[in-house]
């Protein structure tokens, strides 16, 4: 790890300001319910008023924006996610009231921890405070990072919670190879005995978390399990252990799941404390008594969510086969207005459309397929781990191509696009350092990228945050007809 730790924070809270910077300026703007924030604003404000959610009454939407706060009838109301996420939105709530800044202010906090979070991810995965801040940088100026940090859904809270716990996850390998490499065993059968790993827990309770928002976040557990375990494996082959695949299997493998499910388990229970304390949620009987039978309850409650997932195939203008996310083919417009007032042409139009730096996606697939194959060939853990986490995001939606999905689903793997950037930059670099007309000749085409990629998201920045444009200059930024 780099030695110089305050200029690391230092970087790091630099870069974390231009995102807050970026996001939180007119975070009230649109003031309207746009996309699914109609689903989880309300659901949100039930869970703080009721602690479970409610079916809500006619024109709810219309009420809120008026200030009313009637919106809800007695029943309780079927929800296609976990409680965790409408939570964070309903902490906003709770303390702005229910208005646009309100629903929003949770999320915008969320979004810019996620520039921390990566940022210091990144810094430990490529020993580099600069490579590690260019990925920061590049997060915190990426449109569908900015849009999803502005608007009350679930996805972007879901990405936080579960880069916290890569990040947990990551501080404990590092941990716990100092420790024990005070204390060698060569030749001995496992390579050592079992230790603390204290980072561990915290990673379970914030995959717990990322679960409890949304369970696509399940895929990362198994990845993060996996990880923890290549990296056991690697750690006692380096210690010359004798069985390294055996202590994996008899030893590891009931640890690593220890630690890291029992807590993620626990934080998703927890998740549903509001549900389970009262009788009128979806799903409980009236007449039902003992914590038995309500765990049976929320078990067939969860059986009913999976069934909606399953079979969720609604025709939607905005919706986008996963594979297409990578390249933008058809991003998702959140809000759009024309012929607004005070327009300085004939018409103007403002949009929040939910969709990434071009720039920063279309090299960072690039990135992922270079580092793909650097790993195939060259067995470099770093790649492969990149990529993997960026599989563990996407490669689970191109399973179900009949079902309704969305480009904004991407975000959560999103930071290790950015990883990959810098990642391959940093191996760019290190080739060509010591040849001084070849560093050079990098650090002018690594300015001009990043500058290019700066111009561009200040170009993008208006159709990110409903900022007005005349008509032709946002039909500009309509770069292909799936754009729009």
């Known amino acids: ?140 100026i990426d449109g569908l990072a900015i849009v999803m940090s502005r608007t009350a859904l679930l996805d972007g809270i879901m990405t936080t919670f579960m880069m916290i716990s890569l990040w947990a996850l990551l501080l404990d390998r590092d941990y716990v190879r100092k420790r024990i490499s005070r204390k060698p065993k060569p030749n001995s059968l496992f390579g050592g005995h079992l230790t603390w790993h204290p980072w561990r827990f915290v990673a379970g309770i914030f995959i717990g978390a990322a679960i409890a928002t949304k369970w696509s976040a399940l895929w990362y557990l198994a990845i993060f399990g996996l990880l923890t375990l290549i990296w056991k494996y690697s750690f006692r082959k380096l210690r010359k252990a004798r069985r390294p695949f055996l202590a994996v299997l008899a030893v590891d493998s009931w640890w690593a799941g220890l630690q890291l499910i029992v807590p993620a388990f626990f934080v998703y229970l927890a998740s549903w404390t509001g549900w389970i304390r009262t009788s009128d949620g979806w799903g409980r009987n009236a007449n039902e008594t003992g914590l038995f039978n309500t765990l049976k309850s929320l078990l067939s409650y969860h059986e009913q969510i999976w069934n909606f997932h399953i079979n969720l195939t609604t025709t939607h203008a905005y919706q986008a086969y996963a594979l297409g996310w990578p390249i933008l083919l058809r991003p998702t417009s959140f809000f759009y207005e024309e012929n607004l007032p005070n327009c300085v042409t004939d018409n103007c139009a403002m949009e929040t459309l939910a969709i990434g730096n071009p720039l920063i996606w279309w090299s960072g697939v690039i990135a992922l397929i270079i580092l793909f194959v650097s790993f195939l060939v060259n067995k470099n853990w770093r790649s492969g781990t990149v990529v993997f986490l960026f599989l563990a995001g996407w490669a689970p939606w191109l399973l179900f191509p009949e079902r309704t999905m969305f480009y904004f689903y991407s975000i959560v793997y999103l930071p290790f696009i950015v990883i990959a950037i810098a990642y391959l930059a940093q191996i760019i670099y290190r080739k060509y350092k010591d040849n001084e007309t070849s560093r050079k000749v990098y650090l002018f085409l690594i300015t001009v990228f990043l500058i290019a990629i700066i111009v561009l998201s200040v170009y993008f920045y208006p159709i990110w945050t409903a900022v007005s444009l005349p008509k032709d200059q946002w039909l500009m930024r309509m770069w292909f007809n799936n754009w729009i």
């Open 1 to 140: 790890m780099p030695t110089q730790h305050l200029l690391s924070w230092i970087m790091t809270f630099v870069v974390t300001a231009i995102g807050a910077i970026l996001r939180w300026p007119r975070l009230n703007f649109p003031n309207a319910v746009v996309f699914d924030e109609t689903y989880y604003v309300k659901d949100a404000y039930a869970l703080l008023t009721n602690g479970f959610e409610r079916e809500a009454v006619e024109n709810a939407d219309t009420l809120l924006l008026q200030g009313r706060l009637d919106l809800f009838q007695t029943p309780g109301s079927f929800i296609a996610h976990p409680p965790m996420g409408k939570w964070v939105i309903a902490l906003g709530e709770h303390f702005y009231g229910l208005n646009s800044f309100g629903w929003r202010v949770g999320v915008a906090v969320m979004g810019t921890l996620l520039v921390l979070v990566t940022t210091r991810v990144a810094i430990r995965f490529t020993r580099s405070i600069w490579f590690g801040c260019l990925a920061g940088l590049l997060i915190a």
